[in-house]
């Protein structure tokens, strides 16, 4: 009930495309829901998050979309760049009791953007 | 400003042997998290401290990992004795206080090889 699905594993984008990675999730205990970039020989990084309550989340040309009822969200990269190539991971988190909580984090999508 | 430092960046070992690895928060974070990062498994959180104290240690693998965290600026994560699929990119993260609960702060990871 703690898991967090991901899709695609990987994905190729042209320069200037659309990027986007879907996640779902089944405990609708998870109360927030960030997004962590990681390029190679570094640790994942924030990049946006979301809260239930909110359906739509813009940062630059970093998206989160937010399906309450169907219980899923993605991040959508406009304009994609071969900057942006790295490995994405959704996350959710939620309260186990007091003082405690958890972040779990899906498999991961390999993006790269060629120019 | 300082990120969080991990070392070493590599650390390869045979089997059977201890291993240490070391991590230094970033100044003023009160919360320490050990993760572990393997293609099979993803993100995996390990153990996470409140100012020093360990919170939760569930997704400690066996009794072979231990933890600790003598004061606010070091933690070392210790494998004893090491087994060749504890090789993985371990890594270390902090947040500050009053942090949002998805707020974690990366370090580099240290690539532990066990033949």
């Known amino acids: 009930q703690q898991q967090v699905k991901q899709s695609p594993q990987s994905l190729i984008v042209q320069k200037g495309g659309i990027s986007i990675i879907n996640c779902a999730y089944e405990?609708?205990?998870?109360?927030?829901f960030p997004w962590y970039q990681q390029f190679p020989g570094k640790g994942p990084a924030l990049l946006i998050a979301?809260?239930?309550?909110?359906s739509e989340k813009k940062e630059g040309r970093f998206t989160i979309s937010f399906n309450k009822s169907a219980k899923q969200f993605s991040l959508h990269i406009m304009d994609s760049q071969p900057g942006d190539s790295a490995t994405y991971f959704c996350?959710?988190?939620?309260?186990?009791?007091?003082?405690?909580?958890?972040?779990?984090f899906g498999s991961g999508t390999r993006l790269q953007v060629q120019p | 400003d300082a990120g969080v430092i991990q070392s070493p960046r590599h650390e390869v070992t045979e089997m059977g042997q201890e291993v240490t690895l070391r991590c230094k928060p970033i100044?003023?974070?009160?919360?320490l998290f050990w993760y572990r990062q393997t293609m099979m498994r993803g993100l995996e959180l390990l153990i996470y401290?409140?100012?020093?104290?360990?919170?939760?240690d569930s997704g400690m693998p066996e009794d072979r990992f231990s933890a600790k965290m003598p004061n606010a600026s070091f933690s070392t994560l210790k494998i004893q004795p090491s087994e060749p699929r504890d090789s993985a990119v371990y890594f270390c993260?902090?947040?500050?206080?009053?942090?949002?609960?998805?707020?974690?702060?990366f370090g580099p990871g240290t690539r532990l090889t066990v033949t």
């Open positions: 979301i809260r239930p309550d909110v």
């Open positions: 405990n609708t205990a998870f109360d927030y």
């Open positions: 996350a959710a988190s939620m309260q186990l009791d007091t003082g405690r909580r958890a972040l779990t």
């Open positions: 100044s003023g974070h009160d919360y």
């Open positions: 993260a902090s947040s500050p206080p009053g942090h949002l609960p998805y707020e974690q702060y």
């Open positions: 401290f409140n100012n020093n104290v360990p919170i939760d």
